[in-house]
């Protein structure tokens, strides 16, 4: 069976429908993205393979992609025959990752995270500066057209970034760093 979904959401329901061997996942869809999108489809417990098939592959699209559940991540630019094959390989349970990111993946692990050293996507300065304006999550997810859930993950990898334990710690690094103006 095939099926299409706009979103998210829309994945989820279509997944519940078909019971798919592998689902191809953009990230960043209107209303639930795709990183929340694999996240609840791993805790339904759901048997299909989700392949990432997008254009982003920064660490902070493509790690919490991978913690999310999975199973590959390939750039929308890659040839037909390699999309074909990953989707084969994923299928079967094997992992595959897009040779930029697989290179990525490898450097990040060797190399230790220092905090403040990975700048903030543009997203997480917007949820940073909603942030320093005392806008609650709800709030937020109201303005950015986002999920309360994503919101969530932002400030997870906001607080990581900057080394903060807290949403006041992050604020006040952020304004003394320069990111906050």
């Known amino acids: 069976m095939l099926g299409e979904a706009s979103d998210g959401a829309a994945a989820l329901r279509r997944t519940a429908e078909l019971d798919p061997d592998v689902i191809l996942m953009d990230l960043r869809m209107p209303g639930t993205g795709g ?32 913690e999310a559940g999975a199973t590959g991540y390939l750039l929308k630019d890659a040839p ?37 050293a990975e700048p903030l996507s543009a997203r997480e300065r917007e949820v940073l500066a909603l942030v320093a304006k005392g806008t609650s999550n ?20 906001i607080f990581a970034k900057l080394g903060a334990k807290d949403r006041a710690a992050a604020v006040t690094t952020a304004y003394d760093r320069g990111i906050l103006g």
């Open 138 to 157: 709800r709030e937020i997810a109201r303005e950015l057209f986002i999920s309360e859930a994503t919101v969530k993950t932002h400030l997870t990898h």
């Open 35 to 66: 990183v929340e999108a694999i996240r609840e489809l791993a805790r339904r417990g759901a048997r299909a393979r989700v392949l990432v098939l997008t254009t982003y592959d920064t660490d902070s699209d493509t790690l919490p992609a991978i």
């Open 80 to 116: 037909r025959e390699e999309l074909f094959t990953a989707v084969r390989a994923a299928a079967e349970g094997r992992s595959v990752l897009s040779p930029a990111v697989a290179s990525r993946l490898v450097s990040a692990v060797r190399a230790p995270r220092i905090p403040g």
